[in-house]
């Protein structure tokens, strides 16, 4: 595991000419981190959109996605969710074959009930403005093989009770949802990518019930009280295999706490940017492992939550939980209380591996953080 930017970034020359970490906040320039370098400044990204898949980095690498799948257009913004019409993207969704699933156009989507994934499937927003919002929105359970990119999910609501259809040959009785933004539930190899999440009625991502191999990266995160949550609850030890990477993210404004909760399982926490949290930034029970690598963390101004980790749980057994902070920035008073010993470092395999950058660098790397606009036959540089 490298611990600073490499090719995957800027030339060198380019690198050398990059300037100091005290200036480094204001400068335009791009510096794309190694999910973006994968494809960004590919003209013709729009003709073999697939390739999207091979770019993932940590524990959620092999996500494939509808990778080896037919290209589906999704026509139809509206939603049935028992008998869902061709051309809509819970149709789409719900098919047993992998896809690839594009949109025709702008359009806002707005589930009554949640809109549950099979396995193998790909959620592009690129070249189109998509929002899932203002009902119940994503639900991935007992899948493997998901990405999503590029897309907003916001303002999601609690999704009445009722029957949903899970596949093509099956809808059955669903309780009323939370109102996440996305729900992974016993689920693996999960990508989340290049969207944006804000203000839904529970939590903008939850990865639970022993769901493992999840990479969360390249979002923008505003205006919500608990954001991630790792685990389910103290009792269920499942999520000891639990293993996510949360790299290059925004936490922008507006949020409370959770970026993330962590509880039993493992996380690789890096170059990710934090804008003045409420509570905390990073925390978690029940003995998570964390390693905050290269991130950058602006405390709010009140002299109250400095602090950017909190451990629930009384007493000090906290002590023996491995957290650990390397490279990280702290500004505005921002400190991270590290605890444990031993190695912190992922066991990431050698295709999981990324470069990591110094904290000093995150402002640049997370730059195009959320939906990017991309124009067909252009480099997806702006």
């Not at 921002?334 to 605890?339: L, T």
Request: aromatic fraction near 12%.
């Amino acid at each position: 595991m490298a611990s600073f930017p490499h090719h995957f970034l800027l030339p060198l020359f380019l690198l050398a000419a990059l300037p100091s970490p005290s200036r480094a906040y204001s400068d335009k320039r791009i510096l794309l981190n190694p999910i973006d370098a994968c494809w960004r400044s590919n003209p013709h990204w729009a003709a073999d959109r697939r390739a999207l898949a091979d770019c993932a980095v940590g524990f959620g690498k092999d996500a494939m996605g509808g990778k080896f799948g037919v290209i589906y257009v999704v026509t139809d913004p509206s939603d049935d969710e028992e008998n869902p019409k061709p051309g809509t993207l819970r149709f789409g969704a719900i098919q047993p074959q992998p896809l690839w699933i594009i949109f025709a156009r702008d359009m806002v989507i707005r589930p009554r009930r949640e809109l549950m994934l099979s396995s193998f499937k790909t959620i592009d927003g690129r070249g189109a403005h998509v929002e899932i919002a203002y009902g119940a929105c994503i639900t991935i359970q007992n899948v493997s093989h998901v990405i999503i990119h590029g897309i907003s999910i916001h303002d999601c609501k609690p999704g009445k009770a009722g029957l949903v259809r899970s596949s093509a040959t099956h809808y059955g009785e669903r309780q009323q949802s939370d109102g996440d933004a996305i729900s992974v539930f016993a689920s693996s190899h999960i990508w989340i990518d290049h969207c944006s999440l804000a203000r839904c009625t529970d939590g903008l991502i939850d990865v639970i019930h022993a769901s493992t191999a999840v990479t969360i990266s390249n979002n923008y995160f505003s205006q919500h009280d608990k954001v991630i949550l790792l685990g389910h609850n103290d009792e269920f030890t499942a999520d000891k295999i639990m293993r996510v990477t949360v790299a290059f993210n925004r936490f922008g404004d507006g949020l409370v706490q959770r970026m993330p909760r962590v509880r039993f399982g493992y996380v690789h926490v890096a170059n990710n940017w934090y804008n003045k949290w409420q509570m905390y930034a990073v925390g978690g029970s029940a003995d998570p492992t964390i390693f905050s690598q290269g991130n950058y963390f602006m405390a709010p101004d009140d002299s109250f939550s400095k602090q950017v980790t909190k451990r629930e749980i009384d007493g000090f057994g906290w002590k023996k939980w491995k957290w650990r902070s390397s490279n990280d920035v702290f500004l505005n008073g921002a400190y991270f209380i590290p605890s444990g010993w031993g190695t912190c470092t992922p066991l990431y395999t050698p295709a999981q591996s990324f470069p990591v950058a110094h904290g000093s660098l995150v402002p640049f790397l997370t730059d195009s953080a959320g939906p990017l606009s991309c124009a067909v036959g252009k480099a997806c540089l702006t």
